[in-house]
């Protein structure tokens, strides 16, 4: 049994130190007030942090070669760049840069609206790839404004049309959308572009 005898810091501080006695023997150690701003910035940091390694094992594929391939110097390359250029992102619940470019130079464009049916959601793209490059769509469940829904694939070839509908969605919920283009279907694919992102609800 431990036998808390004291305990310091005053009002408004985040830290204090405190005195306890187990089986005869003294110990002081510093601890975080419960409640304190600095606890809760670590927690939803390492909330964030747990999810982008859970975001990178899960999209995987030419994703990690687009960032092991990087031009950026060697703390932005690999999983550590991907969760180094996304943790802030991840924590304000903005959109992620999911893909950088590797070996392509496609651009895209793309805008969102509900589709015609429930769980039905409408992509559209500025401009057409060019001939022969595949289009592959992720989509990620927000909850609360913050992104915390599984990615989902959605491989849409290389036919691209103006406006692709995607369905099988949950009904009134709001996901964010990426876009990629590769040289081949993505299991296959060796080059990928920057990933293109937009949000919305699915009807």
């Given at each position: 049994m431990?036998?808390?005898?004291?305990?310091?810091?005053?009002?408004?501080?985040?830290?204090?130190?405190?005195?306890?006695?187990?089986?005869?023997r003294?110990?002081?150690?510093?601890?975080?007030?419960?409640?304190?701003?600095?606890?809760?910035?670590?927690?939803?940091?390492?909330?964030?942090?747990?999810?982008?390694?859970?975001?990178?094992h899960?999209?995987?594929?030419?994703?990690?070669?687009?960032?092991?391939?990087?031009s950026?110097?060697?703390?932005?390359?690999?999983?550590?760049?991907?969760?180094?250029?996304?943790?802030?992102?991840?924590?304000?619940?903005?959109?992620?840069?999911?893909?950088?470019?590797?070996?392509?130079?496609?651009?895209?464009?793309?805008?969102?609206?509900?589709?015609?049916?429930?769980?039905?959601?409408?992509?559209?793209?500025?401009?057409?790839?060019?001939?022969?490059?595949?289009?592959?769509?992720?989509?990620?469940?927000?909850?609360?404004?913050?992104?915390?829904?599984?990615?989902?694939?959605?491989?849409?070839?290389?036919?691209?049309?103006?406006?692709?509908?995607?369905?099988?969605?949950?009904?009134?919920?709001?996901?964010?959308?990426?876009?990629?283009?590769?040289?081949?279907?993505?299991?296959?694919?060796?080059?990928?572009?920057?990933?293109?992102?937009?949000?919305?609800?699915?009807?």
């Amino acid at each position: 049994m431990v036998n808390r005898l004291f305990e310091t810091g005053g009002a408004g501080s985040d830290r204090g130190l405190a005195l306890c006695r187990e089986k005869g023997r003294f110990y002081v150690f510093l601890y975080e007030k419960p409640g304190s701003a600095r606890l809760v910035r670590w927690k939803e940091a390492r909330r964030a942090y747990i999810k982008l390694v859970e975001d990178w094992h899960m999209v995987g594929g030419v994703q990690h070669e687009s960032w092991s391939g990087s031009s950026a110097g060697t703390e932005g390359r690999g999983r550590r760049g991907f969760i180094a250029a996304n943790m802030k992102r991840q924590m304000k619940g903005e959109p992620l840069e999911l893909f950088r470019p590797y070996r392509e130079r496609s651009v895209l464009r793309i805008e969102s609206g509900p589709g015609s049916r429930p769980g039905e959601m409408a992509i559209s793209f500025a401009e057409r790839l060019p001939r022969g490059k595949h289009l592959t769509l992720f989509t990620q469940r927000i909850n609360g404004c913050i992104a915390s829904g599984l990615f989902l694939r959605h491989d849409c070839g290389d036919d691209q049309k103006s406006c692709i509908m995607l369905d099988g969605l949950e009904p009134g919920t709001e996901y964010y959308i990426y876009a990629v283009a590769s040289d081949r279907a993505y299991d296959e694919a060796t080059s990928v572009s920057a990933s293109a992102v937009c949000r919305g609800f699915a009807a």
